[in-house]
């Protein structure tokens, strides 16, 4: 069984201040992460993945997330947060034995000047 | 290149109707996906297909719904006897081969109102 818990549904940051977005994962077997960000009326796209290699990924537009084997963890961070990162953003979880990505419920990242 | 295409982007029909979605796959990609994204369920997993076969269906909702993918390529997502619930967005996904450690690519989805 597979499971992802995204802590919080809806984050707010200034422009230029860093971004966290909390991501929780349970899986019964090594798993693959992912992070997806979604912008209004547009389609998924991926920002990072984690399948077992180095575990600080780092991804597109600034964002990193670290994988944290003993807490169970995949927190997506960015040092400096710019308008253009208001979206929604998933946290997907998926394992060798499954054929399909388990999706967090989104956090709302918001942007303010 | 393409990237995972979806027609229609929007659908809007009356209950009790079919409709059939269709989704256009990256070349070359052996592995699709179907997703729904709606507000009250968030994103939920309908079906896996590797190549023409569809090794998992546990995320279809009922035996309303039916997928089918011919030639490796398209595939196309039915709903029969369509209920209010099943508006929705539809998000289909492709990817080059692995479901675990593959990146899968989204489509734009299709968006299904059902009055």
């Known amino acids: 069984a597979q499971s992802v818990t995204q802590l919080d549904s809806h984050v707010s940051v200034s422009e230029g201040t860093p971004v966290l977005l909390r991501c929780n994962y349970s899986?019964?077997?090594?798993?693959?992460l992912f992070w997806y960000v979604q912008h209004p009326n547009k389609g998924l796209q991926l920002l990072l993945k984690?399948?077992?290699?180095?575990?600080l990924v780092k991804g597109i537009n600034g964002f990193e997330a670290e994988f944290k084997k003993s807490e169970t963890s995949f927190h997506l961070t960015k040092p400096s947060a710019h308008m253009s990162d208001a979206a929604e953003y998933f946290c997907?979880?998926?394992?060798?034995?499954?054929?399909?990505?388990?999706f967090g419920t989104g956090t709302r990242l918001q942007v303010t000047l | 290149g393409a990237g995972v295409s979806q027609s229609p982007s929007n659908k809007v029909t009356e209950k009790g109707k079919d409709v059939e979605l269709r989704c256009d796959p990256i070349s070359g990609h052996t592995a699709l996906y179907w997703y729904r994204q709606s507000l009250g369920q968030g994103l939920e997993f309908l079906i896996y297909f590797q190549g023409n076969s569809a090794p998992d269906k546990s995320g279809l909702p009922s035996d309303r719904f039916s997928a089918e993918r011919t030639g490796g390529s398209v595939s196309t997502l039915t709903i029969q006897r369509t209920q209010q619930e099943d508006s929705a967005v539809y998000l289909c996904a492709s990817s080059p081969y692995r479901p675990d450690t593959d990146t899968q690519y989204f489509g734009p989805g299709t968006r299904l109102t059902v009055l």
């Open positions: 997907v979880v998926t394992t060798g034995t499954a054929s399909k990505l388990t």
């Open positions: 984690y399948t077992s290699a180095a575990t």
């Open positions: 899986s019964s077997y090594s798993p693959s």
